[in-house]
Nanobody, 123 residues
Framework: QVQLVESGGGLVQAGGSLRLSCTASGRTVSSYSMGWFRQAPGKDREFVAAIRRNSGNTYYADSVKGRFTISRERETVNIQREKIFLQMNDLKPDDTAVYYC???????????WGQGTQATVSS
């Protein structure tokens, strides 16, 4: 199992930007693809973005394509830890949600989940 801890949420006006971070740690982190999901109030949890383990290929939900970018950085000293980022630009009120970092061997990954970080976009 991989431990996931998100940070970087907050309140921003429409058109603004936020950068979410996720620290992933664990023995199997090197075998994981990573992703982001979100859940808005009263709605089901939905996929946002994912990045493959080996190729680094990325995949986005249509609603965020062109505005959000997922990336990952491996630590050189501790190979059992890495960071995953979600750069969110041109934010809209509909992007308001709790954002969850995920990891796993499927694509998009759903096995392990972080505790979530709130992002709120005001109009």
């Amino acid at each position: 199992q991989v431990q996931l801890v998100e940070s970087g949420g907050g309140l921003v006006q429409a058109g603004g930007s936020l950068r979410l971070s996720c620290t992933a740690s664990g023995r199997t982190v090197s075998s994981y693809s990573m992703g982001w999901f979100r859940q808005a109030p009263g709605k089901d949890r939905e996929f946002v973005a994912a990045i493959r383990r080996n190729s680094g290929n990325t995949y986005y939900a249509d609603s965020v394509k062109g505005r959000f970018t997922i990336s990952r950085e491996r630590e050189t000293v501790n190979i059992q830890r890495e960071k995953i980022f979600l750069q969110m630009n041109d934010l809209k009120p509909d992007d308001t949600a709790v954002y969850y970092c995920t990891g796993g061997t499927t694509y998009p990954p759903r096995k392990d989940w972080g505790q979530g970080t709130q992002a709120t976009v005001s109009s």
